[in-house]
């Protein structure tokens, strides 16, 4: 087997400069100081050669480990030019995740199942995989990087690493045990090797080629609504009350499906004191790192302190494992309902903040500010229009209440209908929209108006 010493020095020098253009890449806010090798693994040798490789990237005060896949070959493959990183020996090498002569090998190992070096490849108990598929990376914006093989798998690498079993994988395990419907069937999973710790690296699952995403079904149901401009959003073709109606129900039932299944802790006086914190401790941050924010700070202040008002024991939503990232992106609509996918959390949120039991109010609250986007996108960079702003703000009151009408049909007792707990569920709200200004901010600035705007309706009485 190749040393792949000599390749890995070369690799770590060039990742500095390569890392940046890569949409996975979660820094983009501060300069690469230095990259170091945490493992490599020959996964196919000779001319092709594939290299699974762990790097930690360091940022400053921050190093974060990231996982890269490394071909090297003499024939060059059809890449994205974007994927080329150096040349090591005369070959060129390159991120390998769109060259499927490589990327076949990775499910092939999974049907295997079995170990190379530190990876352990598995399918689920009782999975029944087909092997020799080749793959396509998707082109969807995301954080990971997700293959799709012969259109009927799909493997999630994920990016940046934690040591342990990665919550993605933890939850779907969780609810397919428990029968949930409202999921993709996750068929296998890539293990490797952190900080001395199993950690999860790829999951793959069943792939559903007709689903359509709930983000592109609302947005034309938007888009529907300003074409007819005669028209209310219930008077539409194409409207999507019914579709957020029962997307609504699909959340609830996941909701319980994860407390039956990992458990719920009581919400105590102590609890909410440490939700306002963090609440508080967000909006600092976020308002330090844009101006644009200063003048909503006491509004959003005073509406996180009346969560630490509320008469003890008024709250009787148990904290639970939830989705933590929940929005019209993260969910497909197939022939048979609503999925849910990606139960990582926020990508920019420490691990141990994505693990922590959290009120699923919270999951209820980004996807109502999801209906907001989706109804204010289509105005963002045009001149202010008072009666276009009203009718996108009617298309959100109307699916947002038919999301939480859904919401109580499928919820177990005692969360019910989520308007019932109106303070926990604005300040949460406004909660999201201080974490979008932030996203918004560092991802795509001319967005920044969604967030800002809901913030000043909110925090002035609106919905
Ligand atoms: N099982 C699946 N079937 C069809 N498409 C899927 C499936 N899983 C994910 N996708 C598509 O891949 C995209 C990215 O998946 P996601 O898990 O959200 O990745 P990331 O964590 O990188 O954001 C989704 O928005 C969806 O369009
Ligand atoms: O899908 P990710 O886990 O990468 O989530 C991040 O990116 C999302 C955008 O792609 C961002 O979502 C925000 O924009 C959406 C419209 O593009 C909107 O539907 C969401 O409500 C809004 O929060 C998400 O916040 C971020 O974590």
Redesign the pocket.
């Known amino acids: 087997m190749t040393d792949p010493g000599h390749l890995v020095d070369e690799l770590v020098t060039e990742l500095p400069g390569w890392l940046p253009s890569q949409r996975w890449f979660a820094g983009k806010d501060r300069p690469v100081t230095a990259v170091r090798p945490l493992g490599a693994t020959v996964l196919i040798d000779g001319d092709p050669q594939l290299l699974h490789v762990v790097v930690e990237v360091i940022q400053g005060d921050r190093q974060e480990p990231y996982q890269l896949l490394v071909g090297r070959r003499s024939h060059p493959p059809e890449i994205a030019s974007s994927s080329w990183i150096g040349a090591d020996g005369g070959l060129n090498f390159y991120e390998a995740s769109g060259d499927a002569d490589l990327t076949a090998l990775l499910l092939d190992k999974i049907v295997a199942q079995g170990r190379v070096g530190p990876l352990v490849f598995e399918h689920e108990p009782g999975a029944e995989l087909t092997g020799g598929l080749r793959a396509r990376p998707?082109t969807?914006e995301?954080?990971?990087t997700?293959l799709v093989y012969g259109g009927q798998y799909?493997l999630?690498l994920f990016r940046k690493l934690s040591p342990g079993l990665n919550k993605d994988l933890l939850l779907h395990r969780a609810l397919q045990t428990a029968g949930c419907e409202h999921i993709?069937e996750v068929v296998g999973s890539i293990t490797g090797e952190l900080a001395g710790e199993p950690t999860t690296i790829g999951m793959l699952?069943?792939?559903?080629?007709d689903?359509v995403?709930g983000w592109a079904m609302a947005t034309t149901s938007v888009r529907d609504l300003m074409a007819e401009s005669e028209l209310h959003p219930e008077e539409l073709g194409g409207d999507f009350a019914g579709e957020a109606e029962r997307l609504g129900t699909a959340v609830a039932k996941v909701h319980a499906d994860l407390a039956s299944a990992l458990g719920t802790e009581p919400v105590d006086a102590d609890e909410l004191d440490r939700t306002v914190k963090a609440m508080a401790d967000r909006l600092d941050e976020v308002a330090h790192a844009v101006p644009e924010l200063a003048e909503h700070v006491p509004a959003l202040r005073a509406s996180f302190d009346a969560v630490r008002e509320l008469p003890p024991g008024s709250s009787p939503i148990s904290m639970q494992y939830v989705h933590g990232d929940l929005h019209l992106?993260?969910v497909?609509r197939t022939v048979g309902g609503w999925l849910l996918?990606?139960f990582?959390g926020e990508p920019a949120a420490p691990v141990a903040e994505r693990h922590a039991l959290r009120s699923p109010l919270r999951d209820v609250a980004g996807m109502l500010r999801s209906f907001d986007y989706a109804a204010q996108q289509l105005l963002v960079g045009q001149p202010d229009d008072p009666a276009l702003t009203e009718r996108a703000l009617e298309w959100a009151r109307r699916n947002r209440a038919a999301f939480c009408e859904g919401y109580a049909l499928g919820a177990a007792a005692p969360l019910g209908d989520p308007r019932e707990h109106g303070e926990l569920l604005r300040a949460f709200e406004l909660d999201k929209a201080v974490y979008e200004v932030a996203y918004e901010h560092a991802n795509r600035p001319d967005w920044l108006a969604v967030p800002l705007a809901a913030i000043a309706r909110i925090t002035h009485g609106g919905e």
């Open positions: 998707i969807s995301q954080s990971n997700s799909i999630k993709a699952q069943v792939y559903l080629p689903a995403d992106g993260q497909l996918l990606d990582e």
